[in-house]
């Protein structure tokens, strides 16, 4: 009962923090208000730390005070204590767990929405990244998840342009599975195998005779952050932002599967350009029809072919799309899929500030959707839509000028579901990890 007890109150304690926090935003000057809205959020875990994640990654969807703020939750979210890790550490490896290590550090070296990440070393030298779950978090998550159904319900019933019953559902599912560290290690073998041809990009290695459910170690890589870039070589960025595109959509368009979590913190550079792609807890698999429906979307922006893009809206879960919903949803995807249009070198965006032509986009597509009764975006859509925007929003950090429309090509040019369905039912067993939901 006192359990309970003190998971209730700490649940109240995390609300009303975040709630004092925005109460107070009209107060102090704009700075002091940015850092106490960052003290208030990084005390979170779960959903609710990652949609300011999302929020701090797309540039100007806040002001730059507050995104500058709260990008350092990416990586320097509030740590816990070394008698808390040592409890923790102990419970997961058993009482004996630092003779395992020829050293571990006591500082996180790193702390994020649902754990924290210490550095180590093995007993023959290998450097290690050691992922601690904070305890309790099953229910934190419920919890915050409760929480954004209620949100989602004002949201609906103030703005009736999104229907968001399956976006909660989908981001219910994918927050469960990132709880369990054996299926993240498991992606993590995933990931190796469908990168295995990418020079420019690297994955960690899981151990798993130093992982648990809610312990993962792996290889520690070396990097920096991508906005320690925003200065270097045009050179330099383009070839990252390749790198990035490469690591996100080889999977996608050869296996049916996505990095579900593009925010700052879950990559780093390498000094010649690559990258170290982290974090594998939000992954999603698809059917093979899904992945031709984008490509069958891409083909009717670029020919005009309406049939073809009803047929698209359906395979990915649009029910019986009216034309004029066509019309709108149109808007958005030609939108999307503008850079992968033109053969040149360009930059993701061309037109207005960086972010702004996106959100004019998107408010008069929502300013339709509303006009028309709604729509309720299938499941299978999140995740997308969140890589695509996530990913466009690292391209403008870069500002990086890329022949996308080859580099898109150079990945769909031999596609056939057929052949996808065969490369993922093996890649997906190999690795241990659960196929896509017919």
Request: proline share 6%; charged share 25%.
């Amino acid at each position: 009962m006192q359990d309970r007890a003190s998971h209730l109150s700490g649940r109240v304690k995390r609300y009303a923090q975040v709630g004092k926090a925005m109460g107070g935003l009209a107060l102090g000057g704009s700075g002091e208000r940015a850092r106490k809205l960052k003290e208030a959020l990084g005390g979170l875990k779960g959903p609710l730390m990652k949609v300011a994640q999302i929020l701090a990654t797309i540039p100007e969807a806040l002001p730059e005070e507050y995104a500058a703020e709260l990008r350092q939750l990416q990586s320097n979210a509030p740590r816990m204590g070394w008698p808390f890790v040592k409890r923790r550490m102990a419970g997961e490896l058993g009482p004996d767990w630092r003779e395992k290590f020829a050293r571990f550090e006591p500082e996180a070296a790193h702390a994020a929405s649902l754990g924290q990440v210490h550095r180590a070393i093995t007993h023959d030298g290998q450097e290690l990244a050691v992922k601690l779950q904070y305890p309790g978090m099953d229910s934190v998550v419920e919890a915050d998840l409760r929480q954004l159904k209620l949100i989602f319900r004002l949201f609906k019933a103030y703005d009736g342009a999104i229907d968001p019953s399956d976006i909660h559902a989908e981001l219910a599912e994918r927050l469960h599975e990132e709880l369990d560290y054996v299926r993240e290690a498991a992606n993590m073998r995933l990931y190796a195998a469908m990168l295995a041809g990418e020079a420019g990009v690297r994955a960690p290695e899981a151990l798993p005779e130093l992982s648990t459910s809610r312990l993962l170690t792996m290889s520690w890589l070396d990097g920096r952050p991508l906005l320690d870039l925003t200065d270097a070589p045009q050179e330099m960025r383009d070839q990252v932002a390749v790198n990035m595109f490469r690591a996100w959509y080889v999977p996608f368009y050869r296996y049916g599967v996505i990095h579900g979590d593009p925010h700052l913190g879950n990559y780093k550079v390498r000094q010649d350009g690559r990258i170290n792609l982290l974090d594998f807890g939000c992954i999603r698999v698809f059917r093979p029809g899904f992945v031709q429906g984008v490509l069958d979307l891409y083909r009717a922006v670029e020919s005009g072919d309406r049939d073809l893009a009803v047929h698209a809206y359906r395979a990915w879960g649009f029910q019986d799309p009216t034309p004029e919903l066509i019309a709108t949803l149109n808007r958005w995807a030609s939108f999307l899929f503008a850079p992968l249009l033109e053969d040149r070198p360009r930059l993701i965006q061309e037109t207005g500030s960086p972010g702004a032509a996106g959100y004019d986009v998107i408010s008069k597509v929502r300013e339709e959707l509303g006009r028309l009764g709604g729509v309720r975006p299938p499941r299978e859509f999140v995740l997308m839509d969140r890589a695509a925007i996530g990913l466009g929003s690292v391209f403008l950090h870069l500002r990086a000028q890329v022949n996308w429309h080859r580099l898109f090509h150079s990945l769909i040019g031999d596609f056939s579901p057929e052949a996808l369905e065969k490369r993922q039912a093996a890649a997906l067993w190999a690795a241990g990890v659960a196929p896509a939901k017919k």
